[in-house]
């Protein structure tokens, strides 16, 4: 009979493993069935580690060899067990790491006393010592450790069916905190960015710090190394992903977790710093790569100042850095979206970046928000950006932007839509019809109001080209920014997906039996038989077999592609089952798609968006709702 470790479906190896967020990211694969290797430099404190991890009940899921990242010989041996015993590696975590300082006790102990009772300030570098050979071993260890692992493991992990590459990173190797421009603007330069230019910047470093030139050259003055490094690290990361293609290559920071490297003085637990590295190492097929996930948004030195900070200290501000989400929202100058960005903005913790196609009236919209907001200083609190959802290419300069700018999104809003039609003469007209439907569906009625449609569909005017623009708008649109962003929003702790859809897409006002049945049936329900709808009904209208057809006689295309959305919103709740992805009816709302003709404010439909943005985890995902209430479809 076989071994149970060699049956396991996934093997991965986990480097500086004994203990921390090395120990925990251990212990969560081998919960998920993944067989790990614990991999620690000290053979004692590894056997210790495994033993304690079998106390888990994972003996089967888990097994110790010894490893040191700076001993090549250490890293070809593990090589070897790895290709004699499993034939292949699927999944590896570079966790080790070491700050490349040296804390100074009773220094530390001073300072937490003197914070604690309002004492004065004092040095940092009093308490945080660095040395040429601390820097040296740190680069060695944090950077060439990682390169040397993935190096060697490279051929193993390419025997995968789904190879992973998660390195443990730190907000600190933000090139933000890199204040030496040249630097900054090499590993900035993702073009030209290479393995030797990133050795080059290492070097020059080295050099600086040997010549005790580093404050002078414009290196960091607190663990200069340890930013070094880990700016190295997420650089090699994005050079690896190009090369390797077909590995899914990140680095992550899993936040300010309390560990050794920061005195146990962190806010986070290991077990959730952890939960953002296995996720990375968790995800599907169709994850990112050459991406950077940042948890928290601190500085050098703000870092070493919460690692000293006493019990008692303050923890709001530190909450704020941890907790802050980011939103973006289609269609945001005006109207549901624009109050979607006011109540998001409101809801505090939630940067907004607000999207229009037109880039004039997208500023103004940001600059009546900020006045309304009483926002007076130029922070990041609310952003714009240009949006066409129609234009991949579009959607493509606010993925990269969003990616360098936060690393992650948070909460998506498909609010961009149109209506497809032109509406002649009096504007009473599109009120009768919104009414007569809102009648139906509020009753046993299954067909159209014909004493209004008599009276009402002749000043209803539309073409192919306006029916196109609708699909492609309210359907695709949303379908693509939902494609480019999923790989951002799988590294959200609570990502949230919000499509804004309508009453007028219930599939009581489909009249075409075929469709209707294609759309309510959710066990066989794909996008592909969605897009055969669509593809249908378009091909009915050029036909001009509208009505015969059995489609509706009026709002045709707005009503099949809010069907559509909601419908797709479905799929997508069984896609992603991680994700919160709702559809939502506003309600009747006095915009400029109903010229101003609904009941409802703007500010009382974007209500309903919000609360879907901001819904809990155990939250409902793939429903749709009208208003704040759950409804049928």
């Not at 530390?108 to 820097?135: H, M, P």
């Not at 005195?263 to 991406?291: C, H, K, W, Y």
């Not at 928290?296 to 989400?325: F, M, Y």
Request: proline fraction near 3%.
């Amino acid at each position: 009979m076989s071994s149970p470790l060699v049956e396991s479906s996934r093997y991965a190896v986990v480097t500086g493993a004994n203990k921390g967020i090395g120990f925990e990211i251990c212990r969560q694969l081998a919960s998920h069935g993944v067989l790990v290797i614990l991999g620690a430099r000290d053979e004692k404190r590894g056997i210790e580690a495994l033993e304690k991890l079998k106390g888990f009940g994972l003996a089967e899921n888990v097994v110790f060899h010894q490893l040191d990242v700076v001993d090549k010989s250490s890293i070809d041996s593990l090589a070897e067990f790895i290709k004699t015993k499993f034939g292949r590696l699927d999944i590896l975590v570079n966790n080790a790491g070491i700050a490349g300082v040296n804390a100074d006790a009773d220094a530390l102990r001073a300072k937490q006393e003197s914070s604690g009772t309002g004492g004065s300030q004092v040095n940092w570098n009093d308490i945080l010592t660095q040395s040429f050979e601390l820097a040296k071993e740190c680069l060695e260890t944090n950077y060439y450790g990682v390169k040397r692992m993935t190096e060697a493991c490279i051929p193993l992990l390419q025997l995968s069916k789904s190879p992973r590459i998660v390195n443990v990173s730190s907000s600190m190797g933000k090139l933000k905190n890199l204040k030496h421009e040249w630097a900054k603007g090499v590993l900035n330069d993702s073009e030209n960015l290479t393995e030797e230019k990133i050795e080059e910047v290492i070097n020059q470093y080295l050099k600086d710090f040997k010549e005790d030139s580093l404050q002078a050259k414009g290196w960091p003055s607190l663990m200069s190394a340890y930013i070094v490094s880990k700016a190295a690290m997420n650089a090699y990361s994005r050079v690896m992903a190009k090369k390797h293609p077909s590995i899914q290559i990140n680095c992550v920071c899993p936040g300010f977790v309390k560990t050794d490297i920061n005195f146990n003085s962190g806010i986070l637990s290991v077990e959730e710093g952890a939960e953002s590295p296995v996720r990375l190492a968790l995800q599907t097929d169709d994850g990112p790569s050459d991406m950077t996930a940042y948890t928290g948004n601190l500085t050098a030195e703000s870092l070493v100042k919460l690692a000293l900070l006493p019990n008692d200290g303050p923890s709001g501000e530190i909450s704020t850095l941890q907790s802050t989400r980011y939103a973006v929202v289609t269609g945001g100058n005006k109207g549901i979206g624009y109050e979607t960005c006011k109540q998001l903005l409101a809801s505090k913790g939630v940067v907004v970046v607000l999207t229009s196609r037109d880039e004039k009236r997208g500023i103004e919209a940001i600059e009546r928000l900020k006045k309304e907001s009483n926002i007076t200083n130029n922070n990041d609190q609310i952003l714009f950006h240009q949006l066409d959802v129609m234009d991949p290419a579009s959607i493509s300069s606010l993925v990269d932007f969003i990616n360098t700018k936060f690393g992650r999104l948070d909460i998506l809003v498909n609010n961009a839509g149109v209506g497809g039609l032109m509406v002649e003469g009096n504007l009473v007209i599109l009120k009768n019809l919104v009414e007569g439907d809102f009648v139906t569906i509020s009753t046993e009625n299954e067909e159209e109001d014909e004493s209004v449609m008599e009276k009402s569909i002749e000043g209803i005017v539309t073409n192919y080209e306006l029916t196109k623009q609708c699909l492609e708008t309210n359907y695709y649109g949303a379908k693509r920014m939902i494609e480019a962003f999923a790989p951002l929003l799988q590294l959200s702790n609570s990502p949230r997906i919000v499509n804004v859809a309508s009453f007028l897409g219930k599939l009581k006002l489909l009249c075409n039996e075929w469709a209707k049945n294609v759309l309510s049936d959710a066990k066989s329900l794909t996008e592909e038989r969605i897009d055969l709808v669509l593809n249908e009904f378009l091909k009915d209208f050029t036909e001009n077999s509208v009505e015969a057809k059995g489609w509706p006689s009026y709002f045709a295309a707005y009503k099949v592609s809010k069907a559509a959305l909601i419908a797709y919103t479905r799929v997508l709740g069984s896609k992603y089952p991680n994700f919160r992805v709702n559809s939502v009816c506003p309600g009747y709302c006095g915009t400029d798609m109903t010229a101003y003709t609904g009941s409802l404010t703007a500010e009382e439909g974007a209500e309903s968006l919000v609360k879907l943005a901001l819904l809990p985890n155990d939250g409902p995902s793939g429903v749709f709702f009208y208003r704040k209430d759950v409804t049928s479809f």
